[in-house]
């Protein structure tokens, strides 16, 4: 079976610009849930969709956005992108509540 | 709100040695409680969980019990390898709306070196 497949693995991209990432979930897992990662802030939420409906967000500005579509596919994007925003982006499945949660490798976001 | 707290180290140890890795939290209702690890460049890996008090989680030798008296979920192992090396977090998933995932809360990481 298939594990959750984050792309692209590495993106470069310049303060100003936007990106948008990409999460394929376990088959049948219709929650995806987002994590930023930095070496001093550690992991934090950023948002939570079931069912294409987002169910929680974290402590981040309204940069910070994402979607799921009706296969559970989901994206995130952040627009006007600055230096602090450098950091692993994971994306997690579930099946349901109070399942493990698998996570994809992450894409590794440079902002120069 | 949810949190979790946990040693950070780096925690060095030799190979053979008994870990500990103390992980406690704070939560309102009745939470499920993880520890996951991470290799380097990887992402997470779910190491082993536990659904209510009490439960026993346990993986490759890994074992954590969840105690709702002490708000703990430490993570034991009796005979560590080079391999273990890793960073491990302890994460909690609340049930705030019912219904569906609700995302984890995880602790700051415990960088775990083993030391032949």
């Known amino acids: 079976k298939a594990g959750v497949t984050q792309t692209p693995r590495y993106l470069i991209k310049t303060r100003g610009q936007q990106v948008t990432l990409s999460c394929s979930p376990i088959?049948?897992?219709?929650?995806v849930s987002w994590y930023q990662q930095t070496p001093g802030q550690g992991l934090q939420f950023l948002f939570e969709?079931?069912?294409?409906?987002?169910?929680n967000k974290g402590n981040f500005p309204g940069r910070f956005s994402g979607r799921q579509f009706s296969n559970s596919r989901s994206e995130m994007n952040v627009s006007t992108l600055e230096l602090g925003d450098s950091a692993l982006y994971l994306c997690?499945?579930?099946f349901g509540q109070g399942g493990g949660y698998t996570f994809g490798s992450g894409t590794r976001l440079t902002v120069v | 709100g949810d949190s979790v707290t946990q040693m950070e180290g780096p925690v060095t140890l030799s190979e053979e040695a008994f870990l500990t890795i103390n992980c406690t939290y704070t939560?309102?209702?009745?939470?499920?409680l993880f520890w996951y690890v991470q290799y380097p460049g990887e992402g997470l890996q779910l190491l082993l969980k536990a659904t209510k008090a009490d439960d026993k989680g346990s993986n490759k030798g890994f074992e954590a019990t969840y105690r709702k008296e002490t708000t703990s979920f430490h993570l034991e192992k009796g005979s560590v390898q080079v391999s273990d090396s890793a960073v491990y977090f302890c994460?909690?998933?609340?049930?705030?709306?019912?219904?569906?995932?609700?995302?984890?809360?995880f602790g700051k990481g415990t960088h775990l070196i083993i030391q032949p």
């Open positions: 088959s049948g897992h219709r929650s």
């Open positions: 997690a499945s579930s």
């Open positions: 969709y079931f069912s294409e409906t987002q169910r």
């Open positions: 939560a309102t209702g009745y939470p499920s």
């Open positions: 994460a909690l998933s609340g049930r705030r709306g019912g219904g569906g995932a609700d995302g984890l809360t």
